[in-house]
Nanobody, 118 residues
Framework: QVRLQESGPGLVKPAQTVSLTCTVS??????????WSWIRQPPGKGQEWMGA???????NYSPPLKSRTSISRDISKNQFTLQLNSVTPDDTAVYYC??????????WGKGTLVTVSS
């Protein structure tokens, strides 16, 4: 069973960078054909896929967010990290990490609320 847990700051000021970490257990983040994703859901809106890092380290980003988003990993800690730059109040959302494998999401974190406010 794949388990994921997000961690990071709950409150960020506009124009700052938010960094969120997802700790994975139950499998290695280098296990073949896993894709480790970040997905967010603003209040009252639908989910938005932000990007992912693959088992081999390749990354892929949502085009609207690509210029502000970076996903990296720490294999020794079995973690992957999202950095979102130049945040605005529109980036306020619950941020989820998830593991995608064999055409389905094998596990989700519980989500962490990030509020962008001065």
């Amino acid at each position: 069973q794949v388990r994921l847990q997000e961690s990071g700051p709950g409150l960020v000021k506009p124009a700052q960078t938010v960094s969120l970490t997802c700790t994975v257990s139950g499998t290695s983040i280098t296990a073949d054909y896993y894709y480790w994703s970040w997905i967010r859901q603003p209040p009252g809106k639908g989910q938005e896929w932000m990007g992912a890092i693959a088992y081999n380290g390749d990354t892929n980003y949502s085009p609207p967010l690509k210029s502000r988003t970076s996903i990296s990993r720490d294999i020794s800690k079995n973690q992957f990290t999202l950095q979102l730059n130049s945040v605005t109040p529109d980036d306020t959302a619950v941020y989820y990490c998830a593991g995608y494998y064999s055409s389905t999401y094998a596990g989700w974190g519980k989500g962490t609320l990030v509020t962008v406010s001065s």
